[in-house]
């Protein structure tokens, strides 16, 4: 019997030759992520198991990106800050990224991509749920809990049980006005919050190899808003273009067998996509944005791991530029590199930095921000019943802020259309015009 | 590990997400200071929107005032439990409270998985939708021996599912207690 690329990839960590499906097998980890809200809780967990005075079990494979409460008063979170600075410095860490520094990266999940953490056939565990975004670069990885990072700290090991590979094919070409989260919405509206849960979400196609990087990882980004517990897509010359660009680490390519056995198979039609939004106050709750255009809107946020990369305001600015928006807009670049690249990148010999301001938008620094509320000053938090249009992966009751708030989630193309007519709309005119 | 669990009900529905267990603006406290901890208890379950929060009537605190701790011990939940982030936080904010059991349809992965590793309590599974049977401030009792839920207010019994192969995980403790049994990391 064949083998999913999850299965082998799961396999040759686990030192065998063949895994299925219901299997528990120990992993060895090739990187342990985690962040400033997570992390405090792991290296207490890890002293108090292994020691005061324990070593990491390999320094140069944990990597500690702050990026979820950064640029707040709040105490508490800044006291976390200074715990992970404490840990790095004990345990001698290379792979820190500092706030307050040049060094800052801002969201993990880019951030390892960027910083070159992401290798095809590596097993990489974080201590966040959109871990599930490292699977774009043909590799496993998911998120995990404080407790099981403290035992990766400790053993460089921890045990899974092999999920069965759910496949979701998309043939032909995306329309112009559709972007990856129109593909991902649709896909959890189909299967529900829980449709993948325990699963891999393999993604195939043509259409889906035709995406560029950032677009595979938001495919991948939002597997767990299905439950799933990877996201995965094979390496192929998009990937190692990227990936050579970023490390000289050596890797390992997998590829799933024709045989390969699979809980759920579904072939989509690329050509025949349309702008999706997921409803309050779920993932889930799909509807085409044609059916939404009477939802009058307060607020537009362009940010997140999920919707914050330079493809997604390079999609956001060719809506807004030489326009106004008439709702207040938020933006916020998930990492340096994305802010950095808003100053550089041009539309019509106008930056996207811009463009973004002379349509009345509001830029943020990069971190996670007001994605998942965060303390009171958090950039972009959701206040009283506002009705916001987002471009991040959940929307959950009180998700960005205020538990009053409505929550649409939809594509950068959908919600900087959106900003210009202040209730939700359709793209595909002014993408296609 | 005890084999009797006896507590009052708290009852929750669907897919109720680690944000309504505990929203993002207290992630912030320490979880190892024993008195920064207790906010987490104090806002455990504060994120749950009113009217499903303590079912079928809602709008029942599950902790009062300032208190870190509930009366309500045994969580009562339908599907996809745990839903969203990997914030050990939440499971950890309702032992915190007090939990000492949920009793859900199904859960999401993490959630499951940190309430294992970490010990928190034990994530039972039962094919009723018991939400639409038992009430808020119900007394349960879980016994792990008959592997059943018994509502003595009402007087039923229902079957739980079989812990499975975690119970292992279950019995030592926790993941670092199981390992060191295993052999898998040195005794301290």
Redesign the interface.
């Known amino acids: 019997m064949g083998m999913t690329i999850t299965e082998k990839i799961l396999a040759a960590h686990a030192g065998k030759d063949s895994v299925s499906p219901g299997d528990n097998v120990w992993v060895d980890v090739d990187v342990l992520m985690t962040h400033d809200v997570c992390g405090p809780g792991t290296f207490a967990i890890f002293k108090k198991q292994f020691g005061e005075n324990a070593k990491v079990w390999d320094r140069d494979k944990v990597v500690i990106i702050p990026d979820h409460f950064i640029f707040t008063e709040d105490t508490h979170a800044n006291r976390n800050i200074d715990i992970l600075r404490q840990f790095v410095k004990e345990q001698d860490l290379p792979h820190y990224y500092d706030v307050g520094t040049d060094n800052y990266k801002g969201v993990c999940h880019l951030a390892l991509a960027q910083e070159g953490f992401n290798r095809p056939g590596e097993v990489l565990f974080g201590t966040d749920s959109h871990t599930s975004t490292s699977g774009a670069f043909g590799m496993f990885s998911t998120g995990i809990g404080n407790t099981d990072a403290a035992f990766i700290l400790g053993t460089g090991k921890l045990w899974v049980k092999v999920p069965e590979s759910m496949c979701f094919e998309f043939t032909g070409t995306f329309p112009p006005h559709i972007m990856a989260k129109d593909v991902i919405l649709n896909v959890i509206g189909d299967i529900g919050v829980d449709g993948a849960t325990y699963r891999a979400m393999e993604w195939r196609g043509d259409a889906v190899m035709s995406l560029s990087m950032e677009e595979r990882m938001t495919l991948c980004n939002m597997a767990i808003e299905a439950g799933g517990k990877n996201g995965i897509i094979e390496a192929d010359e998009v990937t190692t273009d990227y990936v050579r660009g970023r490390t000289d680490a050596p890797y390992k390519i997998y590829h799933s067998d024709e045989d390969a056995k699979y809980f759920f198979k579904k072939t989509y039609n690329a050509n025949e996509m349309e702008s999706i939004v997921a409803k309050p106050h779920s993932p889930d709750n799909k509807a085409k944005v044609s059916e939404c255009e009477d939802v009058k809107l307060d607020r537009a946020y362009i940010g997140s791991c999920t919707g914050g990369k330079l493809t997604d305001f390079m999609a956001a600015a060719k809506l807004l530029k030489g326009k106004k928006v008439l709702i207040d807009t938020f933006i916020v670049p998930a990492t340096r590199e994305v802010e950095e690249d808003l100053h550089k990148e041009k539309i019509g010999g106008e930056t996207l930095v811009d463009i973004f301001k002379n349509a009345g938008a509001y830029l943020g620094d990069p971190s996670c921000a007001a994605c998942l509320g965060g303390p009171k000053d958090t950039f972009g938090r959701a206040g009283d019943n506002q009705v916001v249009i987002s471009t991040t992966n959940r929307n959950f009751p009180g998700r960005m802020g205020s538990k009053q708030s409505h929550v649409y989630l939809a594509s950068p193309y959908t919600a900087a259309a959106s900003a210009l007519t202040g209730h939700i709309t359709n793209p595909a005119e002014f993408v296609n015009n | 590990m005890k084999k009797i669990i006896e507590g009052l009900a708290y009852v929750l529905g669907n ?1 109720v ?1 680690t ?2 267990i505990i ?3 207290h ?6 200071d024993p008195e920064e901890r207790k906010n987490y208890g104090k806002f455990a379950l504060s ?3 009113g009217d499903q929060a303590g079912l079928p009537d809602g709008n029942v605190s599950f902790t009062e005032g300032d208190d870190f701790e509930s009366k309500y011990s045994i969580i009562v939940g339908g ?2 439990f745990g ?7 939440a ?2 904010c309702m032992e915190i409270a007090g939990v000492k059991a949920v009793v859900a349809l ?1 859960y ?3 959630f499951y ?2 309430s294992v ?2 010990g928190f309590f034990i994530p039972f599974e039962c094919d009723t939708l018991l939400v639409e049977e038992i009430k808020t401030g119900d007394d349960l009792k879980i016994d792990l021996n008959a592997n059943t839920l018994t509502n003595k207010t009402q007087g039923k019994t229902y079957d739980l599912k079989s812990l499975g ?1 975690v119970i292992e995980i279950i019995e030592a403790g ?3 207690e199981y ?1 060191r049994k295993t052999g ?2 040195a005794s ?1």
Do not use: T, W
Not at chain 2, 27 to 32: A, E, H, N, P, Q
Not at chain 2, 83 to 89: A, D, L, Q, V
């Open positions: 897919d997400d944000d309504q929203p993002a603006e992630l912030v406290y320490s979880l190892s994120g749950v929107p599907k996809n839903c969203g982030s990997s914030r050990e936080h499971p950890a199904s999401a992965r993490i998985r940190n590793d970490g192969e926790n993941i670092f390992a898998m990391i301290s």
